[in-house]
């Protein structure tokens, strides 16, 4: 974490629109996102379905070029993928090579780097157990469960030391169990290393769980429709931070939130306070 950009700034989005051309009609995707992320936090982006959430990441990233707007990391514009950025992806079994080990998949991107042999390799023994995986440093990714895969997806991601982290539903394809302990897994790795974190997921009760502030988009063509800043103590636990009141007000906030943008609500950004405590949060978390 060595530069930053104005007032601690990490990540700055600014006015970024993207259309979709070429189809039978133009798409509108994105309309008007503005955000920044600091130095250094934990943010989530929640959304409904098709609202565009992968669109913004893939502009982030600089794997695509927005229509208007612009990016910004540590106050250097993003065109693009920029080399201190990471980014993990929901789909763990497409993104470790099948014929590489474990300790091969995640030092390859560490071969980007003007690095030593010997520093690449404490890089990887350091992820890999930040990750719990030293015992399969060896292994193959198809000798490991899903969830073991995405940590190795982590590992590869932290290894690299970015300033950035980027995560796409990372945690959308494993179970329940699995997904807890990952969650807790981001929180442990985010705290030690203190690198900005943006989060995206469907589930608004990880986004509450994970964030230090979480970002809900309204529909398609998105707008940031709130952002929500989670005051839970930084020490969280699934059992007792899950049944603490306030997050059970945050969570009726942002289901509320995401109601209203999935009833076309989008464009007109709702008021700070107008939904906490909505007890329709209760039927069900996931957005759809
Ligand atoms: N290459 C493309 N060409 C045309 N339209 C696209 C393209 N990619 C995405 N879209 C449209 O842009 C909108 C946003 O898509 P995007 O995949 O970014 O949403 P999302 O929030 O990530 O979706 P989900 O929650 O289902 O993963 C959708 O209406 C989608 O149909």
Redesign the pocket.
Known sequence: MNHQGEHGTMLKVTGLQ?V????AAD????RDLTFDLAEGELVCLV????????????CIAGLMPPTSGTVELAGRPVTAPPPDMAVVFQEYGRSLFAWMTVRANVELPLKEKKLTRARRAELVAESLEAVGLTAFADAYPWQLSGGMQQRVAIARAIAYEPQVLLM??PFAAVDAQTRADLEDLIRTIWRRMGVTVLF?T?DIDEAVYLGERVLV?SS?P?VVQDDITVDLPAERDQLTTRQDERFTELRARVYAEIQQAKNGAGSTPAGPDDHAGDGAAQASTA?H
């Open positions: 993207k979709y051309h070429g189809g798409v509108e995707a994105v959304g409904p379905s098709g609202c565009g959430k992968t669109t913004l990441l893939k796409d539903e995206v469907h988009l398609s998105t957005v």
